[in-house]
């Protein structure tokens, strides 16, 4: 089961890091990809890593805002994100599949989600 953590309310400007974990596993063999789905809206790919961290891919809406990332012992991906603008309130999930060793993909093809937690940026 994937966990994300990391929401809350933050001004325009502002940052927040969202993480990723998986409760009693690792998440060394797989990509991982976080999407967002705002109020009556489709929910979108955001940011995906491969699980050998070779591939990195970015919705054009957070290129040069939001940076992905997964730790050293492979356990946590995390989405820094920088710049935020109220646009990007939403809530995000973060989803894992087992075949994106070095290449991952925004497409929703993942096997693995979270529960989500809400990023809300206003002032």
């Known amino acids: 089961q994937l966990v994300e953590s990391g929401g809350g309310l933050v001004q325009p400007g502002g940052s927040l890091r969202l993480s990723c974990g998986a409760s009693?596993?690792?998440?060394?063999?797989?990509?991982i990809a976080w999407f967002r789905q705002a109020p009556g809206k489709e929910r979108e790919g955001v940011s995906c890593i491969s699980a050998y961290g070779t591939d990195t891919k970015y919705a054009d809406s957070v290129k040069g805002r939001f940076t992905i990332s997964r730790d050293d012992a492979k356990t946590t991906v995390y989405l820094q994100m920088n710049s935020l603008k109220p646009e990007d309130t939403a809530v995000y999930y973060c989803a894992a599949e087992p075949y994106g060793v070095l290449t991952c993909t925004l497409k929703f093809q993942y096997d693995l989600w979270g529960q989500g937690t809400q990023a809300t940026v206003a002032s």
């Open positions: 009693g596993s690792s998440l060394a063999n797989y990509a």
